[in-house]
């Protein structure tokens, strides 16, 4: 059994920085991908981007490239969102996310694991 918690959000002004944190125990994560996703209300949970535990392989959505990285610390079993410049659309609750699929998992479908959510709020 893996488990997700997820730290790190709150109200943030437009063009402030933020970083959440993804704490995970319960298992060996060395084939795992990791990956944040982002949902607001009345909408579909999308992706935002994700991480190889070995390797820190990274993949990013579009409309978040340049603006956030994702890291690890392996030795705290902590993956990491720092978010740049925000802006009052990236409001959302933000998910952690874990699976053991191979390449370049997107999909909501594609993880099996998931963190309660951090509430982002960024204000204009």
């Known amino acids: 059994q893996v488990q997700l918690v997820e730290t790190g959000g709150g109200l943030v002004q437009a063009g402030d920085s933020l970083r959440l944190s993804c704490a995970a125990s319960?298992?060996?994560?060395?084939?795992?991908?990791m990956g944040w996703f982002r949902q607001v209300p009345g909408k579909e949970r999308e992706f935002v981007a994700s991480?190889?535990?070995?390797?820190?392989?990274?993949n990013y959505a579009d409309f978040v490239k340049g603006r956030v990285t994702i890291s690890r610390d392996n030795t705290k079993n902590t993956v990491y969102l720092e978010m740049d410049s925000l802006k009052p659309e990236d409001t959302a609750v933000y998910y952690c996310?874990?699976?053991?699929?191979?390449?370049?998992?997107?999909?909501?479908?594609?993880?099996?694991?998931w963190g309660q959510g951090t509430q982002v709020t960024v204000s204009s």
């Open positions: 319960g298992r060996a994560f060395t084939a795992y991908v």
């Open positions: 996310a874990a699976t053991n699929r191979l390449g370049w998992p997107i999909l909501v479908s594609e993880y099996g694991y």
């Open positions: 991480i190889t535990w070995t390797g820190g392989r990274t």
